[in-house]
């Protein structure tokens, strides 16, 4: 700068009194531009604030609210506070060091301080025209990605539609499969990308990388162990969604089936959930399936004792009328009767019956009991089972395992 004003005097240096008056004049002009700057930003401020009212929507994730409409609108205000004050720094950092520059004693300081703004400006500029071959390569790969993306998910909606039948592919491994090719399509973007992200064979990224790597290795068995079931179980098809099943003497609804757990819902509004890990090596009985997949239908069944004192014709006639007036129970196929065993005091019996209504198993077992208690009563049949203990004294029970010893 000051080389540039001493051309026009080419005899004699610049004057002391131009370099002050030349000062002056930047200094006036920095402080109207800062204050123009910061009028326009306080002027933009308001108009956002103006605009926005009805116009940000909340940010959400399903009903989880993330960030509020409020909280939306002061982030965007703050960010234009952040521009306002580089804007600011930039200003000041341009205009000190030429006035630094317009006298000799300064000179060297206003150097080193041009040298402090334009350096990083300078690899910054030069480092983004360097990067805009990996930028457009970047961009291509995710374009790509995109696009495959979008084909996976529109026959995957077909398939699960109906509209696409492939054979031995069922139509429920549509959107789960869908899923693991999002994640590993996402994963081979990632690895495609990651060599050409600014800084990726430098030390520090290894480093970090690395850490990263170890941590979730250490962390994450447990949870890789239950997603890789949860993969596993989404091709047995064990159930599904809204499915009555049977866990570890647990019986319920499933409500909910990820990657990693599996709740269910008792008939006592009990919920219960289970790592995937845990019911692959369960055993598993799905009561909807069941009933789905046979045109009989869920055969319900039931335990009952009685003495020999009453005839076996008698006992199989209620307990079939007994199935036959209970609500949800079908009429045919129609309901029958097993003679299990013959015990010592009395003989079991199995009542056995079909329904389609198997959301309602607790209530039809109930009513069925009830049924067939009313049916014996109406008989007249005393449905008591009498019940024999010995106690013996400490003293006998001792002369009787004295005489047990003795005997031959």
Not at 43 to 61: D, F, N, S, W
Not at 295 to 314: C, K, S
Not at 336 to 345: G, I, R, S, T
Request: with cysteine; net charge positive.
């Amino acid at each position: 700068m000051l080389k540039y004003l001493e051309q026009f005097f080419p005899d004699q240096h610049l004057p002391t009194w131009l370099r002050f008056a030349i000062a002056g004049g930047l200094v006036l002009i920095m402080a109207a531009l800062i204050f123009l700057v910061w009028v326009l930003f306080k002027r933009l401020g308001k108009k956002i604030e103006i605009k926005a009212k009805g116009k940000i929507k909340p940010l959400m994730i399903k009903k989880l609210n993330i960030l509020s409409a409020k909280n939306i609108l002061h982030i965007i205000l703050f960010a234009v506070r952040i521009v306002k004050y580089l804007v600011t720094v930039f200003l000041f950092f341009i205009t000190v060091p030429i006035i630094f520059g317009l006298f000799p004693q300064t000179e060297q300081f206003a150097n080193t301080l041009f040298g402090w703004v334009m350096t990083p400006l300078k690899k910054l500029f030069f480092g983004v025209v360097e990067y805009i071959p990996k930028l457009i390569t970047i961009i291509v790969i995710c374009l790509a990605a995109h696009y495959l993306l979008k084909a996976i998910k529109f026959f995957a909606a077909k398939i699960e539609e109906g509209k696409l039948v492939l054979p031995g592919f069922y139509a429920d491994w549509a959107q789960p499969t869908y899923n693991i090719l999002r994640f590993l399509l996402y994963a081979f973007t990632l690895v495609m990308i990651y060599p050409n992200l600014p800084g990726s064979d430098s030390d520090a990224f290894k480093g970090v990388s690395v850490f990263v790597g170890v941590i979730v290795s250490l962390g994450s068995s447990s949870a890789i162990g239950n997603i890789v079931a949860g993969i596993v179980m989404t091709y047995m098809r064990p159930f599904k969604v809204g499915d009555r099943i049977q866990i570890q003497n647990n019986i319920g609804f499933v409500v909910e089936k990820t990657l990693t757990v599996v709740r269910i819902r008792t008939h006592k509004n009990e919920y219960i959930t289970f790592p995937n890990i845990t019911i692959l090596n369960s055993s598993i009985i799905n009561y909807t399936t069941s009933s789905a997949e046979s045109e009989e239908g869920l055969i319900l069944h039931a335990d009952i004792t009685f003495g020999y004192n009453t005839p076996w014709q008698v006992v199989h006639e209620v307990l079939l009328k007994g199935a036959a007036a209970t609500t949800g129970v079908l009429e045919d196929p129609k309901p029958f009767v097993l003679q299990l065993a013959m015990e010592d005091n009395y003989c079991r019996y199995q009542i056995n019956c079909y329904t389609k209504q198997v959301d309602r198993a607790p209530r039809i077992y109930a009513e069925l009991f009830e049924n067939i208690q009313n049916e014996f009563h109406r008989r007249g049949i005393d449905m008591t089972a009498p019940q024999y203990r010995i106690i013996l004294p400490v003293e006998a029970a001792g002369d009787a395992a004295a005489f047990a010893e003795k005997k031959p």
